[in-house]
């Protein structure tokens, strides 16, 4: 194998693995909830949407939120976990763990969201998913009777 | 009765067989089981009527588990309540069920939920006893990021072990329009149709004979006595709509105010021996068998650390063919309700109080009464 063969393949090589990090960072896979990072943002949302996340195996809730002065991303929680009816122009107040990133919107990992007065816990202080430990229903009381319940989340 | 199995011992076994179904569901799915064990004490200075002076504490361990797949997600639940006073108010309920939920376009999405639910009772109440099946159907679409509708047709059919009297099936259709204004204020109109079948119901209305009233239970005891020989059955249909206007003020504050009206257009007469059970009633549906209206409003907002939510709801309710205990003219009552409800979670410990104040006029003294209830509860989530 030649030094030019030999500079190709190192080359693609790099050119791959870097493709495959922006991959990865664009589906957002690479962030984390940090709880020593934690901010509170208010603001009107934008844009909500779902959105595969964490390898694209849960279909999560995405909003986008603007203030007077930024424009946040939010990562809400599975689509099935979150039961709001969303609606663009809200007021909306996160709290969660931040990361701001140069080459894209500031990003939060929301751990508690309130909108119109309704609070909706969404992970723990140190960042632990409530769904991951408590169902959506909330009670077995509140399923009983075929409630359509799984409404909401937005779209 | 009518050759039906009764059930017994109080659903006590329910609990422990939902309890084994996780460590099925582990070993297959990917997400999500969750256990709740959960206590609540309650004091009630009335239960439903105010037959008696009533007190209850009780214990309400629950296990709630989802399991989670993609669009579907199976859930189960189930609960006791062991009450210290009186183990005959003891119950136990199971619900198994699934949602499948999916964006067919980023507007659209539909819904198919079926559940089967168990309700047991312990004692002399274990003619309550029922199973429900039920088939939701639904799809909800965003005409605009700030209009969407949702239409929803709901099936259910629940089956009372030993009282054939109580079972019925019930068709809901449901459409309805939300709007969501710059001012924060969201509009929502919604039109719906219950239609209910009892397909047993005995022709003489004294067949349900009520009983003396037991103080130290609380129950107004209305039980089933007698024999029934002729049974037909009996459906009707229950047109609604409803108007509600809710407003935040800013992220942190929501009110809201609504209105509904509802119609009866057949006279309910042939389940006069239905309603002479209040007992059954919720399970059955109260929901179903008034004409009226119900106003409400209320607040909600995070105080402090604490969730805080407030509503106050009047009811004009009509009983069309239900006649007062003393052979009078039909039923007509006005209902005043307050409820407030304080959450906080602290950790995986969540720490409620629900206090509800109600006071109901009637024109049939049976069902004149003032309750105040105040239930403290407690979980912690594993």
Not at chain 1, 4 to 13: D, E, L, N, T
Not at chain 2, 23 to 38: F, S
Not at chain 2, 131 to 153: C, D, E, M
Not at chain 2, 170 to 198: D, H, I, K, Y
Request: hydrophobic share 45%; with cysteine; aromatic share 12%.
């Amino acid at each position: 194998m030649g030094r030019m063969q030999i500079s190709r393949a190192v080359f693609w090589g790099v050119a791959f693995l870097a493709a495959g990090m922006a991959t990865c960072a664009a589906d957002n896979s690479f962030h984390y909830f940090d709880p020593d990072r934690q901010v509170t943002f208010s603001g009107r949302l934008a844009a909500f949407r779902i959105e595969p996340m964490y390898a694209g195996r849960t279909p999560f809730i995405i909003l986008t939120v603007e203030s007077e002065e930024r424009t946040m991303r939010v990562e809400v929680a599975p689509r099935w976990f979150f039961r709001l009816d969303l609606a663009v122009g809200m007021q909306v107040r996160v709290t969660g763990s931040g990361i701001d990133r140069p080459d894209a919107p500031a990003w939060i990992i929301a751990r508690e969201l309130v909108i119109q007065g309704q609070r909706y816990e969404l992970r723990d202080a140190h960042g632990f998913p409530l769904w991951s430990r408590r169902g959506a229903g909330h009670g077995s009381e509140a399923r009983r009777g075929g409630n359509c319940r799984g409404w909401g989340g937005g779209v | 009765m009518a050759g039906r199995k009764a059930a017994h011992g109080g659903g006590s076994l329910w609990l422990p067989l939902f309890l084994l179904l996780p460590l099925v569901l582990r070993a297959e799915g990917d997400k999500a089981l969750t256990v709740i064990p959960a206590m609540e004490l309650a004091y009630s200075s009335n239960l439903f009527l105010d037959s008696s002076q009533y007190a209850a504490t009780f214990l309400a361990p629950a296990v709630d588990l989802e399991w989670q797949k993609g669009d579907l997600s199976l859930f189960l639940s189930a609960d006791q309540r062991i009450f210290r006073e009186s183990s005959d108010l003891n119950t136990s309920g199971a619900t198994l069920g699934a949602t499948f939920a999916r964006a067919l376009t980023p507007r659209t999405t539909i819904i198919v939920s079926p559940d089967f639910s168990l309700e047991q009772f312990r004692g002399e109440f274990t003619y309550l006893d029922s199973n429900t099946f039920a088939l939701a159907l639904g799809v909800k679409h965003y005409f605009r990021p700030q209009v969407f509708s949702r239409l929803t047709a709901e099936v259910s059919a629940a089956r009372f072990s030993s009282e054939p009297a109580f079972d019925h099936s019930r068709l809901t259709l449901q459409a309805e329009t939300s709007l969501f204004f710059r001012s924060q204020t969201t509009v929502r109109l919604q039109t719906g149709f219950n239609w209910l079948r009892f397909p047993s119901v005995p022709l003489d209305s004294q067949s349900l004979a009520p009983e003396p009233v037991e103080p130290m239970t609380g129950r107004a005891g209305r039980r089933r006595s007698g024999t029934v020989t002729q049974i037909f059955s009996f459906a009707y249909g229950l047109p609604y709509v409803s108007l509600r206007m809710a407003q935040g003020i800013g992220p942190a504050v929501g009110l809201f105010a609504e209105f509904q009206r509802r119609w009866l257009a057949d006279d309910l007469a042939p389940l006069a021996a239905l309603a002479n059970d209040e007992w059954a009633m919720p399970g059955t549906g109260d929901t179903f068998t008034w004409d009226g209206e119900r106003w409400s409003a209320g607040l909600k907002a995070p105080l402090a650390g604490f969730d805080l939510a407030v509503d106050a709801a009047f009811l004009r309710k009509a009983y069309p063919g239900f006649s007062t205990a003393d052979g009078g003219v039909d039923r007509r009552d006005r209902q005043f309700l307050v409820r407030i409800l304080v959450e906080r979670s602290i950790g995986r410990l969540d720490v409620s109080m629900r206090t509800e104040l109600r006071r109901n006029e009637s024109s049939d003294e049976q069902f004149r009464y003032r309750m105040v209830a105040v239930r403290l509860g407690l979980g912690y989530t594993f």
